[in-house]
């Protein structure tokens, strides 16, 4: 039964598995930023919770394949290294893992700072589906509107 269930959490299934978890958080983000369901589950550390443990299986994975962990410090030398580490599909779904963590974090303060300085639902849109795609870009939108209704300009904040 164990090898059943360790066949079941294929690289492949955990990448579907994760696509499809985060489109629950974004769609709570996006359309029902102020319910008290998004602040539990999304803008707590619930998500990253979630993701860590994900993290650590497939670090676990990694360290049990035999493979340096400390090579993955050699993707600093140049884009020859990268790709290196990225032909193993271990080292794909970390980096993914990474993307999905730090963009759903970043989605869920602006919700909770559109929140604090009571921005419109209607304006935080663009912002969050640009950060759920194109995480910078959508912060950086999301400062620009951030400015007309703070009143400031914080480049620190």
């Known amino acids: 039964m164990i090898e059943q269930i360790y066949i079941y959490f294929s690289i492949e299934t955990i990448y579907l598995w994760l ?41 676990f994975e990694i360290y049990k394949s035999g ?24 080292y794909i779904i970390l980096f993914w893992i990474h993307f999905i963590a730090i963009n759903l974090f970043c989605g869920s303060w602006i919700v909770r700072d559109s929140q604090k300085f009571n921005i419109p639902k209607f304006l935080t849109f663009i912002p969050l589906v640009l950060t759920y795609f194109i995480g910078p870009l959508g912060i950086f939108v999301y400062w620009l509107i951030r400015i007309f209704f703070s009143k400031k300009i914080d480049l620190y904040d």
């Open 19 to 59: 696509n499809i978890g985060a489109l629950p958080f974004w769609f709570l983000l996006i359309f029902l930023p102020k319910t008290k369901f998004c602040k539990i589950f999304v803008t707590s550390i619930f998500p990253l919770l979630i993701l860590s443990i994900i993290d650590l299986y497939l670090i």
């Open 67 to 90: 493979f340096n962990l400390f090579d993955v410090f050699n993707l600093y030398l140049g884009l020859d290294e990268l790709s290196n580490i990225f032909s193993d599909k271990n």
